[in-house]
């Protein structure tokens, strides 16, 4: 693939999908991994986003909620990054996702430019108007640049000023948190107990995958609010429909990767309706990182402390599913007091900031 600004020595490959690790035509992918895994030790200063190409695998399976472009960046031969774009189906979608993750070693040629170029020619191509991507930007002195809903900055380094450069706005502040889960029982159980009692008329359940069939169409209906309910600035996001089929695909990507997914869900007594969920996520390796993945409390039931209800049962059950596993990471719009209120209460610290920027393609 060429472009005006296409630096010598540099192909944007497609990036072949195997059907498992172990088929010979699986190098591309294993090495688009590893220097995944390696941009994001380059750029955090941790191992703690480190995904194993088998786990990382059915996650790029055939989707038919969503469209995935994936490229490996190579530079003379050798893989040094990679591109996606990533494109929801749903009817009448504008948005598209990006991400371009180079080398440090490779940065400033160019080569960020062309893989955006591409990306936006292939946005333009399905009919995207609306593009986002997310980065880290670690704290550093220097010049800042603030969000516009007022809540957090990053630097202005070297990742922003590309995509100042390239086009984008910053629109939102992500605060990545941590909770070290040594030691963190009997104060959960307190939270816990509070919560229970600000929460009578709600019930604790709990599943691992697949979802229990009594609970698949409201944990859909919850997943679908995720994307309508959670804080997005000015970000573009085209609303998802989830139904019990979409559900058990995605619960797929868990379950063919061997990573371990618990639900934690308050379910409205009298109703039994599904009210509040929690996710927490670990790998194969269960000493690994835990990711605490979506939380959400339907707009209907709030004001009921289910919030800190299901995330206290859930840490609480966790000890059970992983209980090697050292701490607890999630990421939370800087903007999102309610939410980041009951994660600073349950003792997670902040560990970085990401910046979601944006462009209307014209
Ligand atoms: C951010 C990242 C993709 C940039 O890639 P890169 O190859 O270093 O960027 P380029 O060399 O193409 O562009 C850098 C320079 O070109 C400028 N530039 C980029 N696109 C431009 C455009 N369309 N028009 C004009 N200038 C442009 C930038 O301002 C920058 O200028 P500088 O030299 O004054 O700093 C790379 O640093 C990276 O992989 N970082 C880690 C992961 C990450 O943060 N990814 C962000 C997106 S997910």
């Known amino acids: 693939m060429s472009t005006d600004h296409t630096p010598p020595g540099l192909e944007l490959r497609p990036l072949r999908i195997p059907a498992s690790i172990d088929d010979p035509d699986a190098a591309d ?4 991994t590893r220097i995944r895994n390696l941009v994001y030790a380059e750029v955090s200063g941790h191992d703690d986003h480190r995904m194993p190409a088998d786990e990382l695998l059915p996650a790029y399976q055939p989707d038919p909620s969503a469209r995935r ?22 009817e ?15 940065w400033g040629r160019g080569i960020g430019r062309a893989a955006l170029a591409l990306i936006e020619r292939t946005a333009r191509d399905q009919g995207r108007t609306v593009l986002s991507s997310w980065a880290e930007h670690p704290a550093a002195d220097g010049p800042q640049l603030t969000a516009p809903t007022g809540f957090g900055a990053v630097p202005r380094d070297h990742a922003a000023r590309f995509f100042e450069a390239s086009g984008n706005t910053l629109e939102q502040i992500v605060r990545v948190s941590v909770l070290d889960l040594g030691g963190s029982e009997p104060h959960l159980r307190r939270l816990l107990a509070a919560a229970e009692e600000a929460a009578a008329g709600y019930r604790v359940v709990q599943w691992t995958l697949p979802t229990p069939d009594e609970f698949v169409d409201g944990y859909a209906a919850m997943k679908a609010r995720m994307v309508t309910d959670a804080p997005s600035a000015d970000l573009e996001y085209d609303e998802e429909v989830w139904d019990a089929a979409r ?24 109703s039994g309706e599904l009210a509040a969920f929690n996710e927490l996520v ?12 979506d939380t959400l409390v339907v707009a209907a039931h709030r004001g ?8 206290c049962a859930g840490l609480l059950a966790w000890r059970d599913v992983a209980p090697d596993s050292p701490r607890v990471m999630t990421y939370n719009a800087e903007e999102n007091r309610p939410m980041l209120s009951i994660n600073e209460e349950i003792g997670f610290r902040p560990v970085s900031y990401e910046g979601a920027w944006k462009k209307v393609l014209i």
């Open 69 to 90: 472009f994936s490229w490996i960046v190579v530079l003379d031969g050798e893989v040094v990054g990679r591109a996606g774009l990533d494109l929801p189906l749903e």
């Open 247 to 270: 559900l058990r695909r995605f619960e797929r990507t868990y379950l063919d990767a061997g990573r371990h997914l618990l639900v934690t869900a308050a379910q409205h007594v009298d």
């Open 282 to 293: 670990v790998g194969k390796d269960r000493t690994g990182i835990t990711h605490q993945e």
């Open 29 to 32: 992918f294993l090495e688009m």
């Open 304 to 311: 009921h402390r289910l919030g800190m209800l299901v995330k």
């Open 92 to 106: 009448g979608a504008r948005s598209g996702h990006w991400l371009v993750e180079l080398r440090r070693s490779v």
